[in-house]
C-alpha cells in the first residue's frame, strides 16, 4: 500500500511540472510561445587554418628538372618553385621554326604568281578585241586560282606562327612559380619525376593562419549570423582575438550533429598570432563569464 501510494505522488508531481511547464509556454492571450535558443554554457570548439592553401602543379607535362622548396620553406608570390626540362620543347620550337620559314618562303612565291597572273588577266581586259574569249576565260581561272593558292599558303604561315605561339607559351608553362606569399605544406615529388599536366608538385598555404572553422550544437545556432563577431580564445582560455562570422552551412552534419560555421580573424587586432591547426574555442561575442574572463586575465 505505501508503494502505490509513493508512485501515485510521483506522478502527481510530475503531471504537476508538466502542466507548469505547458502553461509557461503560453503567453497571455493563450498562444504558444517558442522557447528561447539554449544559451552556450562553454565555447564551441575550432581549429584555426589558412585562408588559402592550393596544390601549385604542371601545366604541361614532362620530367622534373628541379624543385627548389622543401616544406616548411617560407616563399613569396611569384617564387620559382620547381622547372620542368625544356629539351622536349626547345628541339619542337626549332623544327616549328624552320617549318614558318618554309611557309613564308611558299607564301612569297604563290604572292607572286598570284600577281603575274592578276597583271596578265587585266592587260587581256584592257585588250580584249585582241583575245578570244576562250583565251580571257582562261587568263581570269589562272588569276584567281593563283589567288587561292596564296590564300592557303598564307593560312599555312599563320598555323606554323600558331604552333610556335603555343610552344613558347609552354616554355613558360616549364616554370613553376608561387601564386601568393606563405609556406610551403607539403611537396609531392622530386628532381627527375614524370610529371603529367595537372600534377601537383607542391602545395602551398597563406603565410596568416586567419580562417576558424568551428562546430555549434543545433540549439545554440540561433546565437550566431553571417557578419556576427566572435571571440577566439585558446583552449585554456587565452584570447587570441575577434572574428567575424562569414559563412553557417544550412544543414546538420550527421556524423557530428553539429552545424558547421566558419569566421575570418581579425588579423590588425589579434591578442596573438595563430599558427595553422591550432586548436580554439569560439564565443559568441560578451558571452564567457567574468570567472573566465578572470582565468584568462590572471594566465595573461
Not at 565555447?43 to 622534373?64: K, R, Y
Not at 622547372?83 to 618562303?105: C, F, H, N, T, Y
Not at 606562327?161 to 606563405?182: D, K
Request: net charge negative; charged share 25%; glycine share 8%.
Amino acid at each position: 500500500m505505501t508503494r502505490v501510494l509513493s508512485i501515485c505522488v510521483t506522478l502527481a508531481i510530475f503531471a504537476k511540472a508538466t502542466a507548469s511547464a505547458q502553461s509557461a509556454s503560453l503567453s497571455s492571450n493563450g498562444e504558444r510561445v517558442s522557447a528561447p535558443a539554449a544559451r552556450p554554457v562553454s565555447g564551441w570548439i575550432g581549429v584555426v587554418l589558412p585562408l588559402e592553401a592550393v596544390d601549385v602543379g604542371a601545366q604541361t607535362g614532362g620530367t622534373l628538372e628541379g624543385v627548389f622548396v622543401r616544406t616548411g620553406d617560407e616563399i613569396s608570390e611569384g617564387e620559382l618553385l620547381a622547372r620542368i626540362e625544356a629539351q622536349d620543347i626547345l628541339q619542337s620550337l626549332k623544327i616549328a621554326e624552320a617549318k614558318l620559314r618554309v611557309a613564308e618562303a611558299e607564301m612569297e612565291h604563290q604572292q607572286a604568281k598570284a600577281l603575274r597572273a592578276n597583271s596578265e588577266f587585266e592587260r587581256r581586259s584592257t585588250t580584249a578585241d585582241l583575245w578570244s574569249e576562250e583565251e580571257l576565260a582562261s587568263s581570269e581561272i589562272d588569276a584567281r586560282a593563283t589567288e587561292a593558292e596564296a590564300r592557303a599558303a598564307a593560312a599555312e604561315v599563320e598555323k606554323a606562327n600558331a604552333t610556335i605561339g603555343q610552344l613558347r607559351q609552354s616554355l613558360e608553362y616549364l616554370e613553376i612559380r608561387a601564386p601568393f606569399s606563405g609556406h610551403v605544406s607539403i611537396r609531392y615529388l622530386d628532381a627527375g619525376a614524370v610529371v603529367d599536366s595537372g600534377a601537383p608538385i607542391v602545395r602551398v598555404v597563406s603565410g596568416a593562419a586567419r580562417l576558424v572553422r568551428f562546430a555549434v550544437p543545433p540549439e545554440e545556432i540561433a546565437h550566431l549570423e553571417p557578419g556576427a563577431e566572435v571571440e577566439i580564445t585558446g583552449t585554456h582560455g587565452a584570447l587570441i582575438g575577434k572574428a567575424s562570422v562569414r559563412h553557417i552551412s544550412p544543414e546538420i552534419d550527421l556524423a557530428s550533429q553539429r552545424i558547421f560555421a566558419e569566421a575570418i580573424l581579425d588579423g590588425k587586432n589579434l591578442a596573438r598570432q595563430p599558427r595553422g591547426g591550432l586548436g580554439v574555442e569560439v564565443w559568441p561575442d560578451h558571452e564567457r563569464s567574468g570567472s573566465e574572463r578572470h582565468v584568462q586575465e590572471r594566465r595573461e
